[in-house]
């Protein structure tokens, strides 16, 4: 018996990279996971791999987020821990960057997040859970110069996290 057992985990992202192994991690310490991600072929196979289930979720649609929920709580009864690990980035000075790529950056990085927020803190808070289970990854690269837009994201992204730490 771990911590996690029986545990409940929603990632997004969660085809590739950071998203996989955390989903192979919290699934080896007994969560069940559900891993998402905008590749459904890649959601549908972290799903498997991990013996949880897996959907295609784009974060900038709130209605495929309330998907995801929906699913983990017909599947397994609940939710107890959410990884917003998706994170795109772009490399340049601010004025290179078009303004339209600007755009896409904060609305997959920032609005994400917002729209996480909105799917799942009502239900874990319902559920008591809230406390140290709502996770979100950042990088620590925040001020590194030549990732300025991706770095701007990130710095607001920990601010947020860290009010939510503070509610
Ligand atoms: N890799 C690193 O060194 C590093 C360092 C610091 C922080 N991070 C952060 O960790 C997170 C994961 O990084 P990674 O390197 O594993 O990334 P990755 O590119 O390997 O994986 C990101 C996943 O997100 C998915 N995705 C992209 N847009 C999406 C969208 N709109 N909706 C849903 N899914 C979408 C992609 O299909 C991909 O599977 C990111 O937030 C990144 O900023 C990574």
Same mark, same amino acid.
């Not at 996989?20 to 996971?33: C, I, M, P, W």
């Not at 289930?53 to 397994?76: H, I």
């Given at each position: 018996? $771990? @911590?996690?057992?029986?545990?409940?985990?929603?990632?997004? =992202?969660?085809? %590739?990279?950071? &998203? *996989?192994? $955390?989903?192979? %991690? #919290?699934?080896?310490? &007994?969560?069940?996971?559900?891993?998402?991600?905008? /590749?459904?072929? *890649?959601?549908? $196979?972290?799903?498997?791999e991990?013996?949880?289930? =897996?959907?295609?979720?784009?974060?900038?649609?709130?209605?495929? +987020?309330e998907?995801?929920?929906?699913?983990?709580?017909?599947?397994? =009864? *609940?939710v107890?821990?959410?990884?917003?690990?998706?994170?795109?980035?772009?490399?340049?000075l601010?004025? /290179?960057i078009?303004?339209?790529?600007?755009?896409?950056?904060? /609305?997959?990085?920032?609005?994400? #997040?917002?729209?996480?927020?909105?799917?799942?803190? @009502? #239900?874990? $808070?319902?559920? &008591?859970? +809230?406390?140290? *289970?709502?996770?979100?990854?950042? %990088?620590?690269?925040?001020?590194?110069?030549?990732?300025?837009?991706?770095?701007?994201?990130?710095?607001? +992204?920990?601010?947020?996290? %860290?009010? #939510?730490?503070?509610?």
């Amino acid at each position: 018996m $771990t @911590p996690l057992d029986g545990a409940v985990a929603v990632i997004t =992202g969660g085809g %590739s990279g950071i &998203g *996989r192994a $955390t989903a192979h %991690s #919290l699934a080896q310490r &007994g969560a069940h996971v559900v891993a998402t991600d905008i /590749d459904e072929a *890649r959601a549908l $196979t972290v799903g498997a791999e991990v013996g949880g289930v =897996g959907l295609r979720v784009d974060v900038t649609q709130l209605a495929d +987020l309330e998907q995801a929920r929906d699913l983990a709580l017909d599947r397994y =009864g *609940r939710v107890d821990i959410v990884m917003n690990n998706v994170g795109v980035l772009a490399v340049g000075l601010p004025e /290179d960057i078009p303004l339209e790529e600007w755009q896409r950056i904060i /609305d997959i990085n920032l609005m994400g #997040l917002v729209r996480s927020n909105h799917v799942f803190l @009502p #239900l874990l $808070t319902a559920q &008591g859970i +809230l406390e140290d *289970r709502f996770l979100l990854l950042t %990088s620590n690269d925040a001020r590194a110069e030549l990732a300025r837009k991706y770095a701007d994201v990130d710095a607001y +992204l920990g601010e947020m996290t %860290s009010e #939510l730490e503070n509610e």
